[in-house]
């Protein structure tokens, strides 16, 4: 008899998942550097700050995750990184 095993991956495209592996103070240095990999070399980041501007419709059809992330880059300039999934 085979057993399925339980899965030990997480799906960063969900909103658990990126949450839960960029979305806290204790891996904001992991956030730093993934967002620093997709950034041009004049964006790259010295830091960030979390905000939770979550929206939750009012239907399953209207809910949807929103991710903002202020952004600070080594040169001062500031901005916002925003990762949507609808």
Same mark, same amino acid.
């Given at each position: 008899? #085979?057993?399925? +095993?339980?899965? @030990?991956?997480?799906?960063?495209?969900?909103?658990? !998942?990126?949450?839960? #592996?960029? !979305?806290? $103070?204790?891996?904001?240095? +992991?956030? &730093?550097?993934?967002?620093?990999? +997709?950034?041009?070399?004049?964006?790259? +980041?010295?830091? #960030?700050?979390? @905000?939770?501007? $979550?929206?939750? !419709?009012?239907?399953? #059809?209207?809910?949807?995750? &929103?991710?903002? &992330?202020?952004?600070?880059? $080594?040169? !001062?300039?500031?901005? &916002?990184? $925003?990762?949507?999934?609808?």
């Amino acid at each position: 008899m #085979v057993f399925p +095993l339980p899965d @030990k991956y997480i799906d960063l495209l969900t909103d658990f !998942g990126f949450k839960r #592996v960029f !979305g806290t $103070e204790p891996n904001k240095a +992991l956030l &730093i550097d993934f967002l620093n990999t +997709l950034l041009p070399p004049h964006h790259q +980041l010295k830091n #960030v700050t979390f @905000k939770n501007p $979550e929206f939750l !419709g009012n239907t399953l #059809v209207d809910r949807r995750a &929103i991710f903002d &992330i202020y952004c600070q880059s $080594e040169t !001062g300039e500031r901005f &916002i990184v $925003e990762m949507q999934k609808a």
